[in-house]
């Protein structure tokens, strides 16, 4: 049975690419004369399975017929050659040299591969079925697209009908008489109708997630021809924000919260590499502190994960090349090294780009003004920790001073006078356990909600452990916040005070060693 698939798999691979269909005849000798066999439904139903068997991958295009005479039986199995080779029995490539079977070289392999990628057609090229002139703007296509990638002279001279014109850009199947999807994206009267996933859905939150309200929302619908230019405007007047910054008494410099080109080529970039097979529209969503853009599809072709963004291909090359001739893109893969030299320059930081999904390609971009903002709270945040960390230590270091000078007596006099106000109802309901953990770590230094509530505690850092352990700390002047003017801050921490020192004595009952 082996030999019969071999052959299968070596006419599917047609290597001197003849395009003629190979026969595998059962039943006769090498010179032609039958052999006597019957064929039997067994056999019968045996060959007819290598189709689908799943030894030949793919499957192949194959037929089989039994012819009957007076002395024996034929089984003619008539196989096409496949549109995308190389086709494997078994994970081996068998192709024909001459009037014998053989396991394809590196070489020959790679001459088929070659062959398959010539044949696949991208998604853009199919006939839209159903699909008619009417389906299209033919005013668009005219005024505007033919003037941008044709020069005057050639337009006059072209007297070729509508469809010829369209057919000759890959924009109409003369074979089916109807446009392609290509042409429906571009100049189609209702794109959505034959493609459900094709627009642009923008939302704007009010705050940094989905759970936040929505301030304003828009669907970029229509033809590329007619929503391209209005994501551009939008992008300019709706999205980028500039606000004059002082550099001198007497001079300002305006800064944006994102640079106009770079969000116009992240955009621009998902409506051309997006899968349009998919229903899901093109999220272009804006929160407080950044840009997300998400489109259907993960990276194409010979882009991949760790070449990118050095190695770019094409999902769509028909609307690629469309949109270059218009002026929205260019195709030289410098696009995201500018996008990010811009965005720097900017001081948005780089844009993070999703690129392990296979389904979904993804970029954020960070609002410039958070950036600068938060880079002030980092900075003031560690300023003050600095200076209530220095002040703490100071505090801690003359009590161990005084007491190692004064030895144990003067320490413990002053250590009771302290201890007196702790004897009182007012702290009764701070002698635990867990307040212990807490100021026994802060002498460590500062610390967060979550080191507190989660390392120290082993709790969840839920409002109700905060409220319950970490706030009456807090009213008794035991522990301190290090950003007082901004309590909720997520950079905000908690540091031991002087009383808090010596509460920890008074729970431990031990000099400081």
């Known amino acids: 049975?082996?030999?019969?698939?071999?052959?299968?798999?070596?006419?599917?691979?047609d290597m001197p690419n003849s395009g003629k269909k190979g026969y595998l005849i059962i039943g006769a000798t090498d010179d032609g004369v039958i052999s006597g066999l019957k064929v039997d439904d067994r056999l019968y139903k045996t060959i007819t399975g290598i189709r689908s068997d799943g030894n030949i991958q793919p499957f192949p295009i194959m037929s089989v017929e039994k012819l009957s005479y007076d002395s024996g039986d034929l089984l003619v199995v008539e196989v096409t050659p496949h549109k995308y080779p190389p086709i494997k029995y078994k994970g081996r490539t068998?192709?024909?040299?001459?009037?014998?079977?053989?396991?394809?070289?590196?070489?020959?392999?790679?001459?088929?591969?070659?062959?398959?990628?010539?044949?696949?057609?991208?998604?853009?090229?199919y006939p839209c079925i159903d699909s008619t002139l009417d389906d299209l703007r033919l005013d668009l296509f005219?005024?505007?697209?033919?003037?941008?990638?044709?020069?005057?002279?050639?337009?006059?001279?072209?007297k070729r009908d509508i469809k010829q014109q369209l057919s000759a850009l890959r924009l109409y199947s003369i074979a089916e008489d109807c446009p392609t999807y290509a042409a429906i994206l571009l100049f189609g009267k209702n794109p959505e109708y034959y493609l459900p996933g094709a627009y642009v859905q923008y939302v704007r939150f009010d705050g940094n997630d989905n759970a936040a309200d929505i301030v304003n929302e828009h669907k970029f619908a229509g033809c590329l021809i007619e929503i391209l230019p209005k994501l551009d405007t939008f992008i300019e007047t709706a999205i980028v924000e500039k606000r004059p910054k002082p550099i001198t008494a007497l001079r300002e410099r305006t800064i944006y919260n994102y640079p106009i080109w770079a969000i116009r080529e992240l955009?621009?970039?998902?409506?051309?590499?997006?899968?349009?097979?998919?229903?899901?529209?093109?999220?272009?969503?804006?929160?407080?502190?950044?840009?997300?853009?998400d489109n259907a599809g993960g990276l194409?072709?010979?882009?991949?994960?760790?070449?990118?963004?050095?190695?770019?291909?094409?999902?769509?090359?028909?609307?690629?090349?469309?949109?270059?001739?218009?002026?929205?893109?260019?195709?030289?893969?410098?696009?995201?090294?500018?996008?990010?030299?811009?965005?720097?320059?900017?001081?948005?930081?780089?844009?993070?780009?999703s690129v392990d999904n296979i389904t979904?390609?993804?970029?954020?971009?960070?609002?410039?003004?958070?950036?600068?903002?938060?880079q002030l709270r980092i900075n003031f945040t560690n300023q003050v920790t600095n200076q209530v960390t220095n002040q703490v230590d100071f505090e801690l270091g003359q009590a161990i001073i005084s007491y190692k000078q004064a030895e144990l007596a003067e320490y413990e006099a002053k250590y009771s006078k302290v201890a007196v106000r702790f004897d009182t109802s007012d702290f009764d309901s701070?002698?635990?356990?867990?307040?212990?953990?807490?100021?026994?770590?802060?002498?460590?230094?500062?610390?967060?909600?979550?080191?507190?509530?989660?390392?120290?505690?082993?709790?969840?850092?839920?409002?109700?452990?905060y409220q319950r352990y970490i706030e009456p700390l807090m009213a008794r002047k035991l522990i301190i916040q290090t950003i007082k003017d901004?309590?909720?801050?997520?950079?905000?921490?908690?540091?031991?005070?002087?009383?808090?020192?010596?509460?920890?004595?008074?729970?431990?009952r031990l000099p400081i060693k």
């Open 94 to 125: 068998w192709i024909r040299i001459g009037p014998r079977k053989d396991i394809a070289s590196d070489m020959e392999e790679r001459a088929l591969m070659e062959r398959r990628r010539a044949n696949i057609l991208s998604f853009e090229t």
């Open 430 to 465: 701070l002698k635990t356990e867990k307040s212990y953990k807490i100021l026994n770590a802060l002498l460590q230094g500062p610390k967060s909600k979550k080191e507190l509530l989660i390392n120290t505690l082993e709790l969840t850092s839920q409002i109700y452990n």
């Open 142 to 158: 005219k005024n505007t697209y033919l003037p941008a990638i044709m020069d005057e002279d050639a337009l006059i001279d072209d």
């Open 360 to 374: 979904v390609f993804g970029v954020k971009v960070n609002d410039a003004a958070f950036v600068a903002d938060n």
């Open 300 to 353: 194409y072709g010979n882009a991949k994960p760790e070449n990118f963004p050095n190695v770019n291909d094409y999902r769509n090359p028909i609307v690629a090349e469309a949109m270059k001739s218009l002026g929205y893109v260019n195709r030289y893969n410098r696009g995201v090294a500018r996008v990010q030299k811009e965005l720097r320059d900017n001081g948005n930081q780089k844009a993070i780009f």
């Open 267 to 293: 955009l621009m970039n998902a409506v051309m590499h997006r899968d349009y097979q998919s229903n899901t529209p093109i999220k272009f969503y804006q929160y407080a502190d950044r840009i997300e853009i």
């Open 1 to 13: 049975m082996d030999k019969f698939c071999q052959a299968i798999c070596a006419f599917s691979n």
């Open 486 to 508: 901004r309590p909720r801050s997520p950079k905000q921490k908690y540091a031991i005070t002087s009383l808090g020192y010596y509460f920890l004595m008074y729970l431990t």
